[in-house]
């Protein structure tokens, strides 16, 4: 009897630290891309609004490390993170393919493309000719803006390539290069909201290709496997989310602020209402993909030789996970 008391005096002592030391099934992860911007309000809407939690989820929102989201969704050390399309298809295209899926569109048509201050006369893609642009030195990069002119009659070749990674989009292109490539949303309504005249032009509207999904939420492939349930709650509450920011632009920036309160509360606001429309756009519901559209970016890359080798129609992401 006393050695029995014993073992179950130690099974006592022993139980709660291992009930303390268990991994919470429902906890998620989510890696951001950059810091928080508008392009990240509606996941800090549903954990605000309680979104998440309402569902027995516990997220986090964390921001990324050096090499990226996809790295840390990849390694299974995050569940979802924040991704574009064209970075995306590099990994996609390897032998071995980054284990991660596009699960969410976040905003559903292409808002980046070319921005300069009103003097330079940078109307079109063409007019880039003789001007100098700040490049990552990617080649998808280089290749879109190049098409790109070279639709409109214009000459890659004579544009002034000046390796760079711009932080500050104003002082660039007022102080030391003359087109930056930007993100309307954020960038291009800065410069608005400072009272900076430009001149911007959309590559979406210079070729349907172009029109590709950035950003995108990406979950990690063996996570989707083995927890589908939880990947649909998360993207159930984050739709929500969205859905919050869609009807409720200037709420949802205070939301954000509250969150990030380093943000410039006139940028956040102006973004937050450029962006209310958007989200959605078009599309049938939030986060949704048009595949046509995705694998129509994709089959550019390939006959371009911008990738190793084809990806084929419809890998890479999934409309699955959403709300019905």
């Not at 939880?230 to 009807?247: D, I, Q, R």
């Not at 949802?252 to 602020?257: G, K, P, V």
Request: glycine share 6%.
């Amino acid at each position: 009897m006393k050695k029995v008391i014993a073992i179950l005096l130690c099974a006592l002592m022993v139980f709660p630290f291992y009930a303390c030391g268990k991994k919470d099934e429902n906890e998620i992860t989510v890696v951001l891309d950059w810091t928080p911007n508008t392009n990240h309000t509606g996941l800090y809407v549903a954990l605000e609004k309680g979104y998440y939690k309402d569902l027995g989820l516990n997220v986090k929102i964390e921001q990324p490390p050096e090499d990226g989201a996809a790295a840390l969704v990849a390694s299974g050390k995050a569940q979802f993170g924040v991704d574009f399309q064209d970075y995306l298809a590099p990994a996609f295209s390897k032998d071995d393919p980054l284990p991660v899926t596009a699960v969410a569109a976040i905003i559903q048509h292409n808002t980046s493309g070319i921005i300069s201050t009103k003097d330079k006369g940078i109307k079109e893609a063409k007019d880039l000719e003789g001007h100098s642009y700040a490049t990552w030195e990617l080649p998808i990069e280089q290749s879109i803006i190049a098409d790109s002119m070279k639709k409109q009659g214009g000459d890659f070749s004579k544009v002034e390539l000046i390796p760079s990674t711009v932080t500050d989009t104003m002082t660039a292109i007022k102080e030391s290069v003359d087109s930056v490539w930007i993100y309307y949303a954020w960038d291009g309504v800065a410069c608005d909201v400072k009272g900076l005249d430009t001149n911007y032009f959309a590559f979406k509207d210079i070729d349907p290709a172009f029109d590709y999904y950035t950003p995108v939420l990406i979950a990690n492939n063996d996570f989707l496997k083995d927890s589908p349930e939880l990947a649909k709650k998360f993207l159930e509450a984050t739709t929500k989310g969205y859905e919050y920011c869609v009807k409720n632009p200037e709420k949802a920036a205070d939301i954000l602020l509250d969150a990030a309160p380093e943000l410039d509360r006139d940028i956040v606001t102006a973004s937050q209402k450029y962006l209310a429309d958007k989200y959605i756009d078009d599309a049938k519901r939030w986060g949704e993909f048009d595949a046509k559209r995705w694998n129509g970016f994709f089959d550019y890359l390939s006959e371009n030789k911008l990738i190793e080798k084809e990806i084929a129609d419809n890998y890479g992401f999934s409309n699955d996970y959403l709300p019905k």
